[in-house]
């Protein structure tokens, strides 16, 4: 293991302290920890929850349309041996569509943050190979932000 932190000997109070020392980062408390951090440091905050806190198990990324707030990427992290959990989130702000990917540190992230790329127009710099995966190359627009106008009106419930 790499990690410079048995992750069988990682507790939440330990995971509270080694979170609170990183610059930028605000820690909730909850049953999740909940970890916001400035965008420009979440692929690095990322590395650290893997590294330090032992957190290798990558649950899911996606994304939150807070409309004139702008966007939001939240990745779900877990350390299956101390059953430490954080939700990390960062908030792109108004008219921000760029994210650092985590594709980096987590594969996993590969097809959620296409998905992401895909639905919401988030652009994760860094990704190896950022293209549409569930709608056509050719689609215009990106069906799950709050903005996305439905041309077509839905068939009447029968």
């Known amino acids: 293991m790499t990690s410079e932190v048995n992750a069988a000997e990682m507790n939440r ?16 408390e909850g049953a999740v920890l909940g970890v916001e951090v400035p965008t420009e440091q979440f692929a690095a905050v990322a590395g650290i929850l893997k590294e330090k806190l032992g957190c290798f198990f990558f649950a899911f990324l996606t994304a939150i349309d807070h409309k004139e707030a702008g966007l939001e ?56 190979d950022l293209r549409r995966m569930l709608l056509p190359e050719d689609w215009q627009g990106h069906p799950l932000l709050k903005s996305y106008a439905v041309d077509t009106p839905y068939p009447p419930y029968r």
Do not use: Q
Not at 13 to 28: C, E, T, Y
Not at 90 to 103: D, I
């Open 13 to 28: 109070s330990r995971a509270v302290m080694l979170l609170a020392d990183i610059p930028g980062v605000v820690v909730g």
């Open 73 to 128: 990427v939240v990745a779900r992290l877990d350390n299956l041996d101390s059953k430490v959990s954080v939700m990390l989130r960062t908030k792109l702000g108004a008219g921000n569509t760029h994210c650092p990917s985590l594709y980096a540190v987590y594969r996993g992230a590969n097809w959620m943050e296409r998905e992401c790329f895909d639905m919401f127009g988030i652009v994760f710099d860094g990704h190896p």
